[in-house]
């Protein structure tokens, strides 16, 4: 299967800024302005075509990404409500 050059290009675009900066696939793709969807396929399923040793540090950080994710979760829970009860306090006064 030919890859099409922009889509190869995208691909190592992506997968080089993904191993620079430890990103999560959602700020990639907000990042590159395509869709969740096409960053996964972009790096699960096309990278490993064009560069395996790349697409195994890729997969290094997506791995670790989904580990740490509820933690993530939980600490933007906690600053939203954080900044609610502020929010409040700030009202009363």
Not at 19 to 31: D, E, G, S, Y
Not at 45 to 60: I, N, Y
Not at 62 to 83: M, Q, V, W
Request: hydrophobic residues 35%.
């Amino acid at each position: 299967m030919l890859i099409k050059d922009y889509i190869e290009s995208r691909v190592f675009e992506i997968a080089q800024y993904i191993i620079n900066t430890n990103c999560t696939v959602r700020a990639a793709a907000k990042k590159f302005k395509v869709s969740k969807s096409t960053v996964h396929k972009d790096l699960v399923e096309r990278l490993p075509q064009l560069s395996q040793g790349m697409a195994e540090e890729v997969r290094k950080i997506l791995d670790d990404n989904k580990a740490e994710r509820h933690i993530r979760g939980g600490l933007a829970t906690k600053a939203k409500y954080e900044a609610e009860r502020e929010k409040e306090r700030h009202k009363k006064s």
